[in-house]
């Protein structure tokens, strides 16, 4: 197949990209490098079938010959990235998802697009099907990123029912691995950061929030699986195994092998208290389910941390 990934060089994107390619398809990669990096796609630089373009996705994208899939990964994903580009991430998630899904209807290709858990907001539901509608606080400074997504979602499901394209929707919840920025703001990379420097770890309210972590090869496989089937409605793809902050806390202890200190910060507005996905859709329509435990995903992701931070401290 000849493939569009846009965010292809951000932290899934750019995982993206290396199984495609690595299963004999084309791939063409395109990133405004906002919040992604050449570093994660410069391995691919120079392989047959692989094509980088520089350029905001809600831009004008001439592509030329055919295309067999789209799928839509551009958008800052992290909060610090969402609150830092406010404006970008509703523009990307409009605009950017409006001319991805014009292009793949003028291509007649599938369109897969990259939605989030965070369409449940700070949720009522525990753990979150994909038929609860959530608890968004729509003005809230989380807001520009749930906001974003939620119209993505709706435009897409449009595009299917009225032009009748072949559409996929996945809500990805908390993914993690090697190719994450030491400075994203996320949990895992900030725990493990904030260990490699020898600094207490940042719990934010009581340590007692959950969240699931998912690996992100068991993410691009369950992507993969969902982008070649028949299923239009939305997926949740992400690890039901569910941990508190002071949980993973200890989980980080024991890849560094000794005691961390943690210090407490204010919990940030509208900052969800229970985070676990109800994985049945995916078990049942893809056969997926996670294989990678967290011990062993920390271990590896931890590793890649190591070698990207040792030569700046060097």
Request: charge should be negative; proline fraction near 6%; aromatic fraction near 10%.
């Amino acid at each position: 197949m000849r493939i569009l990934i846009t965010g292809g060089a951000g932290f899934i994107g750019s995982h993206l990209c290396e199984r495609f390619l690595a299963d004999g398809h084309e791939v063409i990669c395109v990133d405004s490098l906002l919040t992604g990096s050449v570093d994660n796609i410069d391995p691919f630089f120079g392989r047959n079938g692989f094509v980088f373009i520089k350029l905001d996705c809600t831009e004008y994208l001439h592509i030329p010959g055919e295309l067999d899939a789209i799928l839509h990964f551009a958008s800052p994903a992290s909060p610090f990235d969402y609150l830092k580009y406010p404006i970008e991430t509703l523009k990307v998630g409009s605009m950017g998802t409006h001319k991805m899904l014009g292009l793949a209807k003028e291509k007649g290709a599938r369109f897969l697009l990259a939605s989030t858990s965070e369409i449940y907001g700070d949720p009522l539901v525990h753990p979150q099907p994909e038929e609860y509608w959530g608890n968004v606080n729509t003005i809230g400074p989380r807001g520009v990123y749930d906001e974003a997504k939620r119209f993505a979602e709706a435009i897409t499901m449009a595009y299917h029912r009225y032009h009748s394209l072949d559409t996929k929707i996945v809500r990805i919840f908390n993914t993690y691995g090697p190719r994450m920025r030491t400075a994203d703001g996320r949990v895992i990379p900030a725990f493990l950061s904030q260990a490699l420097n020898g600094e207490p770890l940042t719990v934010f309210g009581d340590g007692t929030q959950t969240r699931s972590f998912c690996y992100v090869t068991d993410l691009v496989d369950g992507i993969v699986r969902l982008l070649n089937s028949d299923c239009h409605m939305p997926v949740n793809i992400g690890n039901p195994e569910e941990f508190t902050m002071l949980e993973l806390v200890e989980q980080v202890e024991r890849i560094f092998g000794r005691k961390l200190e943690v210090t407490h910060m204010p919990l940030p507005v509208d900052d969800p208290k229970l985070r676990c996905p109800d994985i049945t859709k995916a078990r049942s329509i893809l056969g997926w389910e996670p294989r990678v435990k967290l011990a062993q995903g920390l271990e590896s992701t931890a590793a890649y941390f190591r070698g990207v931070m040792e030569p700046r401290r060097a």
